[in-house]
C-alpha cells in the first residue's frame, strides 16, 4: 500500500504558473502509474495528466495540453505537475493517485490510492 502526498497549491494570478508535488511512502512507487486529477467546486473529478511507471509515457487532457507537464522522479518517490499560463477556470483541488498495476488511465476508476489534495486557485 502506497501513501500519497500533494504539495504546491496556493494562490496565482492568471497567465502565472505553479508546481505541484506528490510524494509516495509505503510501496514500490517505481512500479505505479501516476495521476494528476482535479475538483472544482460543484463539479466531478475530471482527469488531468497521466504518466507511465518509467516516465516514458504521458498523457493529458485536452484543456491542459500545453501548458501542463506531469514527470516524475522515482528516485525521489515523487511526481510533480509543472502548470504554466494558468486560468481562472483551472482553480480545483488537485489530487495525484496512484495505480499499482502500471496501466494508468484517464478514469479515476482505475487508481486504487489517492492523496488528499491541494487547493490551486487562479485569480483573474
Known amino acids: 500500500q502506497v501513501q500519497l502526498v500533494e504539495s504546491g497549491g496556493g494562490l496565482v494570478q492568471a497567465g502565472g504558473s505553479l508546481r505541484l508535488s506528490c510524494t509516495a511512502s509505503?510501496?514500490?512507487?517505481?512500479?505505479?502509474?501516476m495521476a494528476w486529477f482535479r475538483q472544482a467546486p460543484g463539479k466531478d473529478r475530471e482527469f488531468v495528466a497521466d504518466i507511465s511507471w518509467r516516465g516514458r509515457s504521458t498523457y493529458y487532457a485536452d484543456s491542459v495540453k500545453g501548458r501542463f507537464t506531469i514527470s516524475r522522479d522515482n528516485a525521489k518517490n515523487t511526481v510533480y505537475l509543472q502548470m504554466n499560463s494558468l486560468k481562472p477556470e483551472d482553480t480545483a483541488v488537485y489530487y495525484c493517485?496512484?495505480?499499482?498495476w502500471g496501466s494508468g488511465s484517464d478514469s479515476a476508476d482505475g487508481y486504487d490510492y489517492w492523496g488528499q489534495g491541494t487547493q490551486v486557485t487562479v485569480s483573474s
Open positions: 493517485a496512484g495505480d499499482p
Open positions: 509505503g510501496a514500490t512507487f517505481s512500479s505505479y502509474a
